[in-house]
């Protein structure tokens, strides 16, 4: 069972590791951003910057008027550098940077009524490094399972009271030494 769990485990997780390095692949082409909006003032955002995955929560949307959806709102436009994306007229911006983390809260001026984004950005190669672990301790394990001597190479059955066929699985081992 726990064989199975981890097979299953490690299928889920290189499917999210290939899903991660294609966002992030599309991430130097495109800049994604999906927009949902839980009330009239409020929403969240998920959006890709080049070689970066953003989420962020906005409060007064009063502009565009896309934002004023129930349902998740997607929309893409050509990549930016990262370090152009942010710096906007304001007149509070309180960043943080640790380790390509990066931590930023904007308080727009232009605007009425005042809107405020918190941002949290990390780098796209942490998790694809965090969801490639699995596969790669996976296929240390496949690559590194010999059968003992004396069990079927199949699924591993005591053939010691008989080494001719396995009584579980009905596979045949190869006989080292068939000259008898």
Known sequence: MKRRLFNLLAGVSLLMCVATLAVWTRSCL?????CWVVS????????????RVCIGYRTDLTEP???HTSAPNWRESKAQP????????SRDISQCYILGFVYQRLR????RPETMELL????CYLPAIMTAALPLLWLKRRLSARPEPGRCPTCGYD??????RCPECGSTPAMVNSGR
Do not use: K, M, N, W
């Open 65 to 67: 008027s896309s934002y």
């Open 120 to 123: 949290f950005s990390l780098p």
């Open 108 to 111: 727009y001026e232009d605007t």
């Open 40 to 51: 009239p003032s409020h929403g969240f955002l998920f959006s890709t910057l080049p070689g």
């Open 30 to 34: 495109r800049e994604d951003v999906i």
């Open 159 to 164: 053939l010691r009271a008989t080494p001719e």
């Open 82 to 89: 990262f370090s152009r994306i942010y710096h906007v007229a």
